[in-house]
């Protein structure tokens, strides 16, 4: 009834409507907004207390919400947050679910209240909802509780020692062509060191540097950053020195030797497909490295160690079972025509000559390791490395790197956006039982979904021919896909 009720008004055509009836409209529909915050803070509040979200292989109400409501995960922090309020908050929910408070304003009391010692927050909550009930602005609530606040602190001195130090917080988000955007509350310490390295790597670099002081403040922050890499002095991540990774496609290497319009005309799509790649890092948060090209790529090149990362060469090995298949798959045709009852068959070869050409381009005497070796100088003109080696004790760097690049994050089936920096390299096949080390038979896993769900409560997860997974628990009683179910024949 309540989705039939906002469905007409989203069909309907505000421009047919008075002003005062769209004013209407709108004011009601900030109540039910407040009104829905406190309902599914209440349901989320229970879901997590009876770890609801277990039953789907998710570690956490976040995790839960991002993979089966298909929300953001900034939406999915403040839809727990609501939820750890209804217990610390109990009269601001009471106040959203009748209406009585928006969602705003109710968050922004409870963001204040917060910062009292326990046994006042009740009291200043109700202060404070009685005085924003009755008219009072933002303003005046603020200068309401900044009293409430001076008036606790001084009763309670020894309590609240540390409450600015326990506000600390830095967020870095990436946008659409993967810039940051940075916003914080630095300590007084903090801010200063960080001000005293802003100051000393910001000055003018003469009459002729026309950056303003926000451009000098951010590359200052960028050489900072340079010198603490080149300093050696960073924790190692999963096991694995810090690096930065920089990304050049086969289309680029393809660029630099290219003459005909056929050759442009694919390039364009794999430069396109690139720019997809980069674009669905910066959303996804991927640890993979910085996506650059043209001048950036240029610039970071100039002074940096560099690991050449092939991602697709021709292995020659492969030609003739490629050819074989390619026979085996006419022979299932009449005149061009499937022949019949042979559907299934012709499936399955036609995926086979699928995996054969992945395999024709996979090798380290192929066109994208040629390329790059001719192309791209001395310091990217090393040996392929070998991406299968059999039984191994432990997972080479090459394959782990190549598995970390292909992968960006963790692979569980149901769906994890641990980057791929947190993550671990998981046999799909067990080393104890015949398990190869090759960058097919790997995946990326986080530490709970590899240890706790795999080796600790018995699910299994496979990699399919496409590069989806697919994981089901130890009874099969629950199967996770990272796709859609395969459609049924006919």
Known sequence: MVRAGLGYLAAADPGQLPAFTQAECLRELERDAAVLTAARAWILASFTAGQGYADDADYSAVSWLIHRTGITKGAAVGHTAWAKRSATHPQVLAALAAGQVSEPVGRLICLWTGKLPEQYRDVADE?????????????????????MYERARGDLPDQDPDRDFEDRALKLATTFGGAGVVHGDLTPECAEMVGRVLDALSAPGGAEDTRTQDQRYHDALAEAMKRLLAAGLLPERAGQPVKAWAHISLGDLILLDADSALQAEWTAR???????????????????????????AEAIACDAAMAPVVTGDINVGALDDLVRLCVELDKLRQGGEARPGTTAARAAVEQAVIGKTVDLVSGPGGLASFLRRRQLGARLAGPSLPLDIGYAETVPAGIRNAVLLRDRHCQWAGGCSQPAGACEVHHTKHKANGGTTSVKDCVLLCPFHHQVMIHRRGWTLVVNPDGTTTAWNKDKTKVLHSHGPPARAG
Do not use: K, M, P, Y
């Open 127 to 147: 202060v404070l909802l009685a005085a924003a009930a009755a008219g009072l602005g933002l303003e005046e609530l603020a200068a309401l509780f900044g009293q």
């Open 270 to 296: 794999v430069r396109e497909q690139w720019a997809a790649r980069r674009a669905r890092a910066s959303e996804t948060g991927a640890s993979d490295g910085a996506w650059l090209d043209g001048d950036a």
